[in-house]
């Protein structure tokens, strides 16, 4: 079992320019999660996807944001445009149902300077 | 890497001695517990969960206690090692398909030689 895999692990970007980050879940995980982690703000829940359907996006901050869930083993959180106040470590995490514990992948550290 | 908030409470244990970490969760209705234990650079990892019809669990070393009545869950680990430091955060969720896992503050755990 390979994990959550995240890609980039960094990403540096200038404001204004589009960032995508992408995740693969663990096989047969029906739930996928996407958090942003900061220093003043924790763990955030940004949006969650059940069977590749997006449940609950309120947590997305802006319309800047945007996650898709294409097909059961990929999903991208797309920023666009991006803005210094973005920077944060942003993990996608998958579990067998709503009610699994979450297995993080390690991260997407993103600075937008 | 960066983990959580500013304000992060510190716990400071010496080596071999067991180490209580404490948190209030809000959500009366919130029926499954889950405890995380976040390393410096990684993703947040599943360490022991419990469901609001139990008191207490226990699994390698570690011990979860959930007092219902006023919304308290505490995690023990017992004879505490070096590779235990890290940030450990309780997270809570209702048990219907519709609900999200909401993760605490977190509370970094530090051992003493």
């Known amino acids: 079992d390979a994990g959550v895999i995240q890609s980039p692990r960094h990403e540096v970007t200038e404001m204004g320019q589009e960032v995508t980050l992408r995740c693969k879940p663990i096989?047969?995980?029906?739930?996928l999660f996407w958090y942003r982690q900061t220093m003043m703000r924790g763990l955030e829940l940004l949006i969650y996807?059940?069977?590749?359907?997006?449940?609950?996006d309120s947590g997305m901050p802006e319309d800047r944001f945007s996650a898709k869930m294409p097909n059961a083993s990929f999903s991208t959180l797309k920023i666009q445009p991006s803005e210094p106040r973005d920077s944060a470590v942003y993990f996608c995490?998958?579990?067998?149902?709503?009610?699994?514990?979450?297995?993080f992948g390690n991260g997407t550290r993103l600075t937008v300077t | 890497g960066e983990s959580v908030g500013l304000h992060l409470p510190t716990l400071s244990v010496q080596e071999g001695d067991n180490s209580i970490i404490n948190c209030a969760y809000s959500?009366?209705?919130?029926?499954?517990f889950i405890w995380y234990k976040q390393e410096s650079g990684k993703g947040p990892q599943f360490i022991i969960d419990?469901?609001?019809?139990?008191d207490k669990r226990q699994g390698q070393r570690v011990t979860v206690l959930l007092n219902k009545t006023v919304k308290h869950l505490s995690l023990q680990i017992a004879a505490t090692q070096p590779g235990d430091s890290a940030v450990y955060f309780c997270?809570?969720?209702?048990?219907?398909?519709?609900?999200?896992?909401?993760f605490g503050s977190g509370t970094r755990l530090s051992i003493r030689p």
């Open positions: 995490a998958s579990s067998l149902s709503n009610n699994s514990p979450l297995h």
């Open positions: 096989s047969g995980h029906n739930s």
């Open positions: 996807f059940n069977n590749n359907v997006p449940i609950d």
């Open positions: 959500n009366s209705a919130s029926d499954y």
């Open positions: 419990i469901r609001s019809n139990m």
């Open positions: 997270a809570e969720t209702g048990y219907s398909s519709a609900s999200k896992i909401i």
